[in-house]
T-cell receptor
Framework: DTAVSQTPKYLVTQMGNDKSIKCEQN?????MYWYKQDSKKFLKIMFS???????INETVPNRFSPKSPDKAHLNLHINSLELGDSAVYFC??????????????FGPGTRLTVL | KQEVTQIPAALSVPEGENLVLNCSFT??????LQWFRQDPGKGLTSLLL?????REQTSGRLNASLDKSSGRSTLYIAASQPGDSATYLC??????????????FGKGTKLTVNP
């Protein structure tokens, strides 16, 4: 069974469109994250979400909004897509908060291409 | 601000060689350090997790060490095989806002093991 899953795996879309990426974890974890891996392969955190508390990296544009229907899901919605949004987006989960010593588990990634 | 550096950026070795990948971080206030493997176009696979109170962890042909005071970690791969070819990422877990945590990644070392 896949621990952290993401859909779709690939997403190609036009500038200006709105799109969503879904993430689900079956590990019973309390905290979920979104990371972005840019064209230079550098991974950087975007959001941390636990029990309806959202922590946002200040560099993330407000066109990006995570939405969590329940503890096992954290979807990423992106409005008005721009060329610079092209990247691979990774979802992750871990036990916590206050469980800082635990491992983070990553999904397989979603490769977003904005044309 | 936590920065993670990995040296070298790329490494090419013949099959069977033992090798060491290096990771350094600027802030020793970490919860743990994780080594990941990323294959081209794939997600992240966690290899080893070292808690801040530990000195090393071993899994099969892999051994990771941690010297928190000097801000260094090494990943030792014994008897390398072509299947070990991948990008290896080092990440430190630290406190973020509001009691949450985040991983701060290095840019990775791209390893190629030649048959």
């Amino acid at each position: 069974d896949t621990a952290v899953s993401q859909t779709p795996k690939y997403l190609v879309t036009q500038m200006g469109n709105d799109k969503s990426i879904k993430c689900e974890q079956n590990l019973g974890h309390d905290t979920m994250y979104w990371y972005k891996q840019d064209s230079k392969k550098f991974l950087k955190i975007m959001f941390s979400y636990n029990n309806k508390e959202l922590i946002i990296n200040e560099t993330v544009p407000n066109r990006f909004s995570p939405k969590s229907p329940d503890k096992a899901h954290l979807n990423l919605h992106i409005n008005s897509l721009e060329l610079g949004d092209s990247a691979v987006y990774f979802c992750a989960s871990s036990q916590g908060p206050g469980q800082g010593y635990n491992e983070q588990f990553f999904g397989p990634g979603t490769r977003l291409t904005v044309l | 601000k936590q920065e993670v550096t990995q040296i070298p950026a790329a490494l090419s070795v013949p099959e069977g060689e033992n090798l060491v990948l290096n990771c350094s971080f600027t802030d020793s206030a970490i919860y743990n350090l994780q080594w990941f493997r990323q294959d081209p176009g794939k997600g992240l696979t966690s290899l080893l997790l070292i808690q801040s109170s530990q000195r090393e962890q071993t899994s099969g042909r892999l051994n990771a060490s941690l010297d928190k005071s000097s801000g260094r970690s090494t990943l030792y791969i014994a008897a390398s095989q072509p299947g070990d070819s991948a990008t290896y990422l080092c990440a430190v877990k630290k406190e973020w806002w509001g009691g949450s945590e985040k991983l701060v990644f290095g840019k990775g070392t791209k390893l190629t093991v030649n048959p």
